[in-house]
């Protein structure tokens, strides 16, 4: 694997210490790979998202949300429901485990809503930059507008 130095990107930014700790995770191969349950990301207008996470068997009850910082977590907990005795399971391969899913979230991202629909929790998001931190234009003009007085 490929060794990569990023020593210079620590000196000429500032506030990206989480952006560059991501980068030193993925690179050295420490960061895991969890694969459940399968989710999408998907965007689906200008400033919009939505995440779509596989949950066959978990009602609303079952699941949490939490927004934290910037980080979104999902969490799943089967309820202990008294297991049917009559029941003889020859294969049992529906995963009925919980989970914690994190998703870290860009700076003025929102959750807007979730909903669960035929086993697919869906969590809408949207990107609401504050007025003051949108680019705006500065008007030019000429030294007479300035307000300058000339002694005569």
């Known amino acids: 694997m490929r060794n990569f130095d990023l020593t210079p990107l620590y000196r000429s930014t500032v506030g990206f210490d989480r ?10 191969g420490d960061a895991p790979a969890p694969s459940y349950p399968p989710y999408n990301i998907e965007k ?6 939505r995440i779509t996470l596989a949950v066959a068997g978990f009602g609303e009850d079952d699941l949490s949300l939490e927004v ?34 994190c998703f870290q979230l860009a700076d003025h991202m929102k959750v807007t809503g979730a909903g669960l629909e035929n086993g697919l929790l869906h969590i809408d998001l949207v990107r609401e930059v504050p ?7 500065i008007a030019i003009g000429n030294g007479a507008k300035r307000g300058r007085t000339v002694a005569g």
């Open 44 to 49: 689906t207008g200008d400033d919009a998202y």
């Open 131 to 137: 007025e003051a931190l949108k680019p705006r234009t």
């Open 19 to 28: 952006f560059g700790s991501m980068l030193d995770q993925l690179l050295s």
């Open 68 to 101: 934290k910082d910037q980080d979104l977590t999902v969490t799943a907990k089967k309820r202990d429901v008294a297991e049917d005795k009559s029941a003889q399971f020859l294969y049992r391969g529906i995963a009925e485990r919980g989970f914690e899913r």
